[in-house]
């Protein structure tokens, strides 16, 4: 059973910057697309960022492009998203998730996931 646990969540200025971790146990982590989604209160959950088990492909929603960057390392079972330029509306719990598959743009099939981390980004 494959579970993920979230860090490097906190309370940032606007402008600043975050690191968030995921890391996994169980299963064969290298051969999952793993993702981030956020969700705000009030808000549904929204899909914002995938990357491949190789790492050759990443995927990122419109409205986090150009600020989120995604890795990961195989070998340590853990990936990343950094978080630039943080904006008061990226305020969230965010969740990392893994699936198999290799639609990266899509917010489907994900199986597993973390209980989440909270960014608090204040103006």
């Known amino acids: 059973q494959v579970q993920l646990a979230e860090s490097g969540g906190g309370l940032v200025q606007a402008g600043g910057s975050l690191r968030l971790s995921c890391t996994t146990s169980?299963?064969?982590?290298?051969?999952?697309?793993m993702g981030w989604f956020r969700q705000a209160p009030g808000k549904e959950r929204e899909f914002v960022a995938a990357i491949s088990w190789s790492a050759d492909n990443t995927y990122y929603s419109d409205s986090v492009k150009g600020r989120f960057a995604l890795s990961r390392d195989n070998a340590k079972n853990t990936f990343y998203l950094q978080i630039n330029s943080l904006k008061p509306e990226d305020t969230a719990v965010y969740y990392c998730a893994a699936k198999r598959g290799y639609n990266l743009a899509s917010a489907r099939n994900y199986a597993y996931w973390g209980q989440g981390t909270q960014v608090t980004v204040s103006s």
């Open positions: 169980g299963g064969t982590f290298s051969t999952y697309v």
